[in-house]
């Protein structure tokens, strides 16, 4: 597998088109992208209307101008966000910084997930405010009807936008945990015993006058010779001097 860094391949190779325009990302941004495109043109073409006689234009849901705004306002920021995205994603490889792209990758998480929130928001308050539209008569149904049914499908985009997101984030910590955190290599030694009991110590003696004989040597008895006789015996003629 290629070495990537929070779902992007590792920087110093060339950009690939044809790879990044393949990527499931980059698909379901280019559809929130286009969705958001129909909800704002839908609402900034055909979301006003007057009655007869009334040169006031109000919103088709329930005369409710509060609630095109709110869908304008989405559906602009989206369209500029996917854009933003489009390129930031375009420009992941080529960021060496791991940290840069750890932000990058925070900020699409961040984003798709309050856009996803925000466009639900928008569902059920255009969807409740058509429901309480009694006169539709010189309504654009057509065009209420795609905000409605466009506003449901950003939900879902972006909801598997903010998925994606959270998974290039979860790989792109494991990654960068692994690096920093990989075990050394085992040392080349004995390991010690888990207990250490010493063994009894038994007290070494030794002799003060140590000999360099065997040990079993035995001296033999004293046998007196005949010349030790003779000279222990004092002769006759002696006399000690007289001082």
Not at 1 to 17: I, K, M, P
Not at 21 to 48: D, H, M, N
Request: aromatic share 18%.
């Amino acid at each position: 597998d290629e070495s990537s860094a929070y779902g992007a391949s590792l920087a110093g190779g060339s950009f690939d088109f044809q790879k990044f325009a393949k990527q499931p990302y980059t698909i379901v941004r280019f559809l929130s992208w286009i969705f958001s495109i129909v909800v704002f043109s839908c609402i900034t073409a055909e979301g006003f209307v007057n009655k007869p006689h009334k040169p006031e234009a109000h919103c088709v849901f329930n005369q409710n101008d509060s609630a095109c705004h709110y869908a304008v306002g989405i559906g602009v920021i989206a369209f500029l966000a996917c854009f933003f995205f489009l390129l930031l994603d375009a420009y992941m490889p080529l960021m060496s910084n791991a940290k840069e792209r750890k932000y990058a990758v925070m900020a699409d998480l961040g984003f798709s997930g309050v856009w996803t929130f925000l466009w639900f928001v928008c569902f059920c308050l255009l969807a409740s405010q058509w429901s309480h539209t009694l006169d539709v008569g010189g309504i654009p149904q057509d065009a209420a009807r795609a905000t409605i049914a466009f506003s449901f499908f950003s939900i879902a985009t972006w909801g598997i936008l903010t998925y994606f997101a959270l998974g290039r984030y979860r790989r792109g910590v494991a990654d960068v945990t692994q690096s920093i955190y990989a075990e050394p290599p085992p040392e080349q030694h004995t390991p010690y015993p888990p207990t250490y009991a010493p063994s009894a110590y038994t007290p070494t003696t030794y002799s003060p006058y140590p000999s360099s004989a065997p040990d079993d040597f035995q001296q033999p008895p004293f046998t007196p010779t005949p010349s030790t006789i003779t000279s222990t015996q004092p002769q006759g003629d002696y006399q000690p001097p007289n001082y």
